[in-house]
């Protein structure tokens, strides 16, 4: 919707340590994937995806944003 840019693709693989029990790892975030578009253009990031896993890589959630609107004043 809010048009179409040339970009950079950025992936960034973050960790941070566990801080509870063995019991939690199934359901503790302690890793995020983000990929990101950054257009030089129009000096923003057009999309990103955020990916947060346990420690064990099972899927706790994923989040889509998007450029929806660019207007020039």
Do not use: Q, S
């Given at each position: 919707p809010a048009g179409t840019f040339k970009s950079l693709k950025v992936e960034i693989d973050s960790n941070r340590a566990p801080t509870e029990g063995i019991g939690m790892r199934s359901s503790e975030p302690?890793?995020?994937l983000l990929t990101l578009w950054y257009a030089p253009e129009v000096k923003r990031t057009v999309k990103m995806v955020?990916?947060?896993?346990?420690e064990e890589g099972m899927h706790l959630d994923?989040?889509?944003?998007e450029l929806v609107r660019y207007r020039v004043q």
């Open positions: 302690v890793r995020a955020r990916v947060v896993l346990t994923e989040d889509t944003y």
